[in-house]
């Protein structure tokens, strides 16, 4: 079985939320992504203490398409340092596992 991760990333927006989103589905680096509603953050960034509303996103994929995943995040994200983190998923619901690796696997050359 695959080696599936849950990446989490926060965006400023629903735009670039939605733009991340479709561009991971959309070219098979991830099988699922999912947009929650805004959240507040609280962090240090540049020697001060900011708060912002930021939408997470959770984005379902194999460690396989990790690297593919990270830079079409970054390549979309207007964060400086864009959070993106990956975790394993140690164990989950085998059908959904297989899912998740076969929507992600690269395309056939013919």
Not at 11 to 26: E, N
Not at 27 to 52: D, F, H, I, K
Not at 87 to 101: E, I, M
Request: with cysteine; net charge negative; aromatic share 6%.
């Amino acid at each position: 079985m695959a080696d599936v991760l849950l990446v989490l990333t926060n965006c400023p927006d629903p735009t670039t939320a939605q733009r991340i989103a479709q561009a991971l589905v959309h070219n098979g680096l991830a099988a699922c992504v999912n947009q929650l509603p805004p959240v507040a953050s609280t962090y240090r960034w540049r020697g001060a203490v900011e708060t912002a509303s930021e939408i997470p996103l959770l984005i379902k994929c194999t460690r396989d398409r990790y690297a593919q995943v990270e830079e079409a995040i970054r390549q979309v994200h207007p964060y400086d340092v864009p959070e993106i983190i990956a975790l394993p998923v140690v164990a989950g619901f085998g059908p959904y596992l297989r899912w998740v690796d076969d929507e992600t696997q690269p395309p056939l050359v013919a």
